[in-house]
């Protein structure tokens, strides 16, 4: 009884609030790695995520790439998938209804090969009960069309969040591509368009050859870079955004403890996605969530949002821009 007890009052300190999206806590599945959450269920309940992100719907279903579409790589793994997925129609018919039972918020991710696709996909989407949110993915590193097109430039940006904004009344979460010069402008773009929330960042463009076979080891030749060495990379955007945005960010890249996660929080997130260590630790959700509120309670904080965007830092240390 004690033990329940104890386990209900932690519920709520690890409760979070992405704009208008309420989660129980600030774990969610990255999209991509956790399916449509079938998959999973042998090794996890998907009710214990703050969130959970499906794979990215296109229009039309999508083969993908070439195998072989992963390659394992110094601290990290590079994919090359190509948006394999069974689209628009299948996801409603079928996939949606088996989610819709998971006890979490379910976030749709959503790509386009043009403006009118993410558009229409959007419209669709807002007349389904279940669907808690969008996130629109303008940031796929292996899309030969659309995807992270839109995401490198701030007014096509601004533009389709802002097109998707018209026909989608609940919460818009926009997946960004650290695969820009600066990330901020395209943060600002995003805000500016109507988004919600910030999902930050997708995977990073690279390359894996196997040199004695004069090959590339991804069919699709370059593919999108995850893991532990994204993390710093990733947490830097994460910290750029939150001091020139007012939405509220979601951090991605690497976490695979709840260091991690901590460190994310702390550098302005306020909430993370996990992805990559799915693969390594399918099952690490509870632990996460005991150590997160152990944290809470060490430090004798009642809440883990009062952890989000406590980092100090000396303004006189800065040696680059943090202004947008
Ligand atoms: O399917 C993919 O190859 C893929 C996508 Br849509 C994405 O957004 N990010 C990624 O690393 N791979």
Known sequence: MRRKLLKNTRASPLQVQLGPLTLANPLMAASGTFGYGEEMEGFIDPGIYGAIVGKSISRAPRQGNPLPRVAEVSAGMLNSIGLQNPGIDAFIGTYLPRMRKYRTKLVVNIVGDTLEEYVEMAERLDAERGVDALELNISCPNCPA??????IHPR???LLVSRVREKFRGPILAKLTPNVTDIVPIAKAAEAGGADALSLVNTYLGMAVDWKRRRPRLGGVTG??????????ALRSVWLVSQASR??????GGIMNSTDVLEFLVAGATAVQLGTVHFVKPRIVPELLEELADAVAEEGLSS???????LEVERRAITVRCDG
Not at 224 to 233: D, E, F, R, T, V
Request: net charge negative.
């Open 304 to 310: 883990i949002r009062d952890i989000v965007g406590t």
């Open 224 to 233: 999108g870079l995850s893991g532990p060495a994204i993390k710093p990379l």
């Open 156 to 158: 096509a940006t601004e």
């Open 247 to 252: 939405l509220p960010v979601v951090g991605i």
């Open 146 to 151: 659309g995807g992270m097109e839109f995401g």
